[in-house]
């Protein structure tokens, strides 16, 4: 089992940047591929980044594409959400996710992920 803790939130203004961490359990960090989703009042989980076990491969949703970067180091146990040029509809609690690979290295449904972070609230004022 995998215990997920993020942490970096916080309130920033619009255009201003935050990384959020987060930290795994356990010593098979590196056989999991992470990602990170988010969820606003009101609205449905979405999916925001995933990286491969490796690091070596990335993606991200449109909404977010050229502003965050996710990456990680296995040797900390630690995945990362870089936020850049944040905007007010990126306000949302935050998670951080963890899957085992078995076919396909990179997912973007909430359904795949096994264990979820207790989530982090980044709120963007305008």
């Known amino acids: 089992q995998v215990q997920l803790v993020e942490s970096g939130g916080g309130l920033v203004q619009a255009g201003g940047s935050l990384r959020l961490s987060c930290a795994a359990s356990?010593?098979?960090?590196?056989?999991?591929?992470m990602a990170w989703f988010r969820q606003a009042p009101g609205k449905e989980r979405e999916f925001v980044a995933v990286?491969?076990?490796?690091?070596?491969?990335?993606g991200y949703s449109d909404s977010v594409k050229g502003r965050f970067t996710i990456s990680r180091d296995n040797a900390k146990n630690t995945v990362y959400l870089q936020m850049n040029s944040l905007k007010p509809e990126d306000t949302a609690v935050y998670y951080c996710?963890?899957?085992?690979?078995?076919?396909?290295?990179?997912?973007?449904?909430?359904?795949?992920?096994?264990?979820w972070g207790q989530g982090t609230q980044v709120t963007v004022s305008s």
């Open positions: 356990g010593r098979t960090f590196g056989s999991y591929a």
């Open positions: 996710a963890s899957r085992t690979v078995q076919f396909v290295e990179l997912t973007y449904s909430v359904r795949d992920y096994e264990y």
């Open positions: 990286i491969s076990r490796s690091g070596g491969i990335t």
